[in-house]
């Protein structure tokens, strides 16, 4: 257990942050997500444009959501350990840089190859993102708030999937497909030349301080700075995969956080990725009336995500996302019984907050608190790209089941079971009593 008195320096670090910082910070994290999450959701909804113009095969369609997938959960996992060695920042920065890059190059793409390439390279890096954000903002925020704080930050996805949605409405009768990627780099660029008054956190850096005295065989002074600030300076002998897996205490975490979000994930089909595609094949909505439902249901979200980070500072972070599944697994069933449009609306408000708001808005907080400074952004790769696999895996049986049992069952079986399943899961990880400090919750 962390000493009094190094518990104290690090609570009064926080404290001493200015509200100014702490806001300046929380609004960056949340456009560079927002921005990131726009143009993730804005290739899936002019992928048929794309297809056509490229002339893209039915089976390269497919193929493209599978490689998506795959870039995210490998990019997350082999990337995000490098927030642990060379800096929060200078990751946090580079992700959206290469993001930024891959967007507009998007828009040069003249072949399903090219296109896909391009694509994977920023839809990877752009996970990144999810990795890195949650470790740079968690280590600044107060204890007792740090979930409502970071709630804001989550928000940034339904609101990226809004602005998608809204511009895309707007630009691609403009300026076609090829123009909206290209219109997606000016915001990226703001916000990449905001970043550069962010500060590295003083939690990393003090892991940071101990590495370095390591590396120049300074074992006395290493040994100094670890009992100064109670950080294991044996660990960081070990790469940083490897300190996860062979601690003990750890490992549950880690391995329910992560069958937790890969079982979640599994329903992201029905709840995201075909949601659309449903109600107008199945329920015979017409296309307009199908967007209109996700414009309104992800304008509303957001502030879901907020009341998701804010509970968990009240009942657990852990207990939020148990929640959640319940909530998910109810909404999922009901939009297989309803038809008409407010229904479906708040059927899928409910199924979204369960799966999106309660995991992610919660989840990420309870990774990036439950996880020792010195392999947080490794976890929280780790447990993403586990959801990476999840959402490739319900792909795959979404094909298959809707052509055997229909669009209901479907729903059902991705939908509302997976729900019940992460609920039991997830309450095997340690629980976190809140507002307790990070270095009081792991070394």
């Known amino acids: ?28 994290a949340l456009a560079g997500w927002a921005l990131l999450a726009y143009d993730i959701q804005l290739s899936s909804i002019v992928l048929p444009v794309v297809a056509s113009s490229l002339n893209f095969a039915v089976f390269e369609i497919g193929l493209y959501g ?58 990877g890096m752009g996970e ?38 809204a511009v895309s409405g707007i630009l691609l009768p403009i300026v076609g497909w090829r123009g909206v990627f290209i219109a ?50 044996e660990e960081l002998k070990k790469v940083t995969w490897h300190q996860i897996i062979s601690d003990i205490r750890f490992r549950r975490t880690a391995l329910a956080s992560m069958i937790a979000y890969f079982i979640n994930s599994i329903n992201w089909p029905v709840i995201d990725g075909f949601v659309t595609y449903w109600l107008v094949n199945f329920k015979g909505w017409p296309e307009s009336e199908a967007i209109k439902l996700t414009l309104i249901g992800s304008a509303v979200i957001y502030f879901g995500y907020v009341s998701a980070g804010f509970l968990g500072d009240i009942i657990g972070r852990r207990e939020v996302i148990a929640i959640g599944g319940i909530i998910s697994a109810l909404g999922v069933y009901l939009m297989t019984v309803s038809n008409s449009f407010w229904p479906m609306t708040i059927a899928w408000i409910l199924a979204f907050y369960g799966n999106g708001a309660c995991m992610a808005g919660a ?13 947080r952004s490794t976890f929280i790769g780790m447990v993403y790209a586990s959801g990476m696999l999840g959402a490739m895996l319900g792909t795959f049986l979404f094909g298959i089941l809707y052509t055997a049992v229909g669009g209901a069952l479907t729903w059902i079986y991705l939908g509302s079971i997976p729900g019940i399943l992460w609920t039991v899961t997830i309450l095997f990880a340690k629980r976190v009593k809140p507002g307790t400090p990070l270095e009081e919750i792991s070394q």
């Open 184 to 233: 997606g780099i000016i915001p990226m660029i703001l916000v990449i030349i905001a970043r550069r008054w962010i500060s590295e956190p003083e939690r990393f850096e003090r892991v940071r301080q101990i590495r370095k005295a390591l590396r120049q065989g300074q074992i006395q002074y290493a040994q100094q700075l670890q009992e100064k600030y109670k950080i294991n300076a």
């Open 128 to 165: 990144v993102e999810q990795t890195v954000g949650p470790a740079i903002t968690i280590e600044e925020y107060p204890a007792k708030t740090r979930g409502r704080w970071y709630g804001w930050v989550q928000g940034g996805f339904p609101l990226g999937a809004f602005l998608a949605s």
């Open 1 to 28: 257990m962390p000493s009094k008195n190094s518990n104290k320096e690090i609570r009064d670090y926080v404290i001493l942050r200015s509200l100014r910082y702490r806001i300046f910070l929380t609004v960056i």
């Open 363 to 375: 989840g990420f907080g309870y990774w990036a608190e439950v996880a020792p400074t010195r392999v």
């Open 66 to 123: 599978f490689l998506i997938y795959a870039s995210q959960a490998i990019m997350t996992f082999l990337v995000s350990p490098l927030s642990d060695y060379l800096g929060r920042k200078r990751l946090f920065q580079w992700s959206l840089i290469i993001t930024a890059l891959t967007t507009g190059m998007t828009g040069l793409a003249n072949s399903f190859a090219s296109f896909a390439v391009i694509r994977m390279l920023a839809t």
